[in-house]
């Protein structure tokens, strides 16, 4: 999943979702020397993404990706359901989209010196660009593809993806739904379980 789904999956403690947003570049058993509210984001981080990669579910949406763009196939489908996260967002939130992404730049920006260099360097981009929100729309996932083509320097080839978005959009939305069913059960007893284990 990508950075949407996971702060939604962190519950509504901020420092979850800090520790959650931020995983990706903390490794092995560096997660320790954080706040335990941040390890827990982590920790539970991790176990979403082990759930997701092994899901059928997941593994069905990202096999129709897998013949045009290889390894990146999985970064690709991360993608597309936090778009239709996004896109269904009163399905799974009373919260604004708009309301409960500006509540979480600013417990970003509120918590500033427990962040990782790598996010501080990112979240600047991330605000003005308003990522999270531009999710939502095709073009707002177009224009995140396409960043994360350049980054690659067009070897990923991501950006052309939007085409099989487009393309399969209704099976993708389906697939979403149910394994997003799974996923929230899954992270909820998760960080349930995360929480019991660091309080021992």
Excluded: C
Aim: proline fraction near 2%.
């Amino acid at each position: 999943m990508n950075f949407l789904a996971h702060i939604y999956l962190s519950g509504d403690d901020d420092l979850i979702k800090i520790g959650n947003f931020m995983a990706d570049g903390i490794r092995g058993n560096d997660y320790r020397n954080f706040n335990p509210d941040i390890q827990k984001g982590i920790l539970l981080h991790r176990a979403i993404d082990t759930f997701t990669d092994a899901h059928p579910i997941f593994r069905k949406s990202k096999h129709r990706l897998h013949e045009p763009y290889g390894h990146y196939s999985g970064v690709i489908m991360d993608v597309f359901y936090d778009h239709f996260l996004a896109k269904n967002w009163e399905r799974y939130s009373d919260t604004p989209l708009e309301a409960y992404v500006a509540a979480f730049y600013t417990s970003l920006q509120d918590h500033y010196d427990l962040l990782t260099d790598k996010t501080k360097g990112l979240m600047p981009y991330m605000i003005e660009r308003n990522w999270l929100v531009s999710y939502a729309s095709i073009d707002g996932i177009a224009t995140i593809l396409f960043q994360m083509d350049q980054r690659t320097k067009n070897r990923s080839r991501m950006q052309y993806s939007v085409q099989e978005l487009q393309e399969y959009y209704i099976n993708f939305e389906i697939e979403f739904s149910l394994f997003f069913d799974e996923l929230r059960e899954f992270a909820a007893n998760k960080l349930t379980e995360i929480t019991h284990d660091l309080s021992n």
